[in-house]
DNA sequence: CGGACTATTGAAGCGTCTCAAAGCTGGTGG
DNA sequence: CCACCAGCTTTGAGACGCTTCAATAGTCCG
């Protein structure tokens, strides 16, 4: 069986097949992983990798700073997603990724995942599958930046999070977003101080509760209706 | 030689290497072409395709249609641009694909590239990258809508557009974007009036020019300056 | 020549930002 | 173990960018 303890090749495994034959070969790569405290950065603007780099447990954020000191952050990526799924990229990267969270990286040098790819083809297409995946996340960012107010856009990223956390790992009701509320504002483009303001009108209305530094999502179910009030049709 | 007069395989080329010798297997591949007239879907919702699809001449668009009659644009595709660059992807498109002037499109059979990716590995590494360009293309859309003023946005998309016609096309100077300005809007996520009202300022400032349909670029240079006074660090 | 689409202009309303300030909470060092 | 400090959250009031609604004008096509 092989289990691999790593949350990246579990997805791989996951978009390849359900129970594919060849999927031991995945046993086989040179994983190493590292912590990275919370607020470091795990990809630095500009760098260019030769390893493909994921995450094993916490979060990390795409983003990218502006000269006027503002920041703007792209998604989150969860447990199991990859930093940079195109092991050909050589060009230099245009955004930074940091740890929102602390995180475990898991790391898989380019070498060792070329060699899989040629035993098992499959995970080329596994890795445009997670791309896609990540370019998906962020159509729905720019539908909702482009098109719905703050409240509908704080709903939104929300009831993303807490689909998406669903499946990284096994939450229960009370589903934990262990991120600050200014990152959130600056992953939907609000102020902070806006933010906070639509956070508290949730609170009120029973679908969220506050802690330092993390938000509950007590009700998702509301969560989603306010999100659709202007949501796309797909 | 195998001269390809298909733009997209002139961009595939590009991307493989300055001058590869198998570079001529690129003219083995099945490929037709159609005529789409302006305003009708190439793509629609929910399809899924078995043929990689690119812009051959015209614009295109990929959009989302929202319940309330909005439309939010994407991005843009201009000649040489796939329309889905992933040949592994089975899942319904979650948004759709327009033609936004008269585009004739090009189209390849899944096998014909599977065959051509068996020949010549580097195509695949090819399609990734012209994956990660529009990721960035859509990277900077988010930045934009997420942390600066219409007027800002509108100059990075037009200084985008006139970056990116100006290598698909050998535009001269007044750079043509034939795009209506209610679609631009859409782009940028300002109402058609609003976009209207930046529009007649940069008039006013000697930057563009109009016409029915269609936008002049005549003067780049203070385009960039305009988008630069908030635009990231990159 | 009529009809449809595109562009343009004005005025009122409101969503969000900005600035300013003050609680809180948790972690750190004394 | 306590005090302090940095980072996170919360609140208020004024300003402004953009939307909305309404209406007119220009331009292409059948």
Chains 1, 2 share one sequence.
């Not at 952050?73 to 245009?94: E, K, Q, R, V, Y």
């Not at 596994?126 to 995946?133: G, I, K, R, Y």
């Amino acid at each position: 069986m092989s289990t691999p303890s790593s949350a990246f090749l579990k997805q791989l495994r996951k978009m390849i097949h359900p129970s594919d034959p060849r999927i031991g070969a995945l046993g086989d790569v040179v994983l190493s992983t590292s912590l990275i405290a919370r607020g470091r950065d795990i990809v630095p603007l500009g760098s260019t990798e030769r390893r493909v780099l994921a995450i094993g447990e916490g979060i990390a954020m795409r983003y990218r700073l502006l000269p006027d000191g503002g920041r703007q952050i792209f998604m989150f990526l969860l447990p199991g997603d990859a930093c940079n799924p195109n092991l050909f990229n050589a060009t230099p990267m245009d955004h930074a990724i940091a740890a929102v969270t602390p995180v475990r990286l898991e790391q898989i040098p380019h070498d060792s995942m070329l060699v899989l790819l040629k035993k098992v083809p499959e995970v080329n297409q596994a890795l445009w599958s997670m791309a896609d995946q990540q370019t998906a996340v962020m159509r729905d960012r720019i539908m909702g930046l482009g098109r719905c107010d703050a409240r509908i856009r704080v709903a939104l990223l929300l009831w993303e999070l807490v689909m998406r956390l669903r499946v990284s790992e096994a939450q229960v009701m009370p589903v934990v977003i262990p991120i600050t509320q200014a990152l959130l504002a600056d992953a939907v483009g609000v102020t902070h101080i806006h933010f906070n303001r639509i956070v508290s009108e949730f609170c009120r209305l029973g679908i969220l509760a506050t802690q330092r530094g993390r938000l509950f999502v007590t009700n998702p179910r509301s969560l989603q209706v306010i999100a659709s009030e202007i949501t796309c049709a797909a």
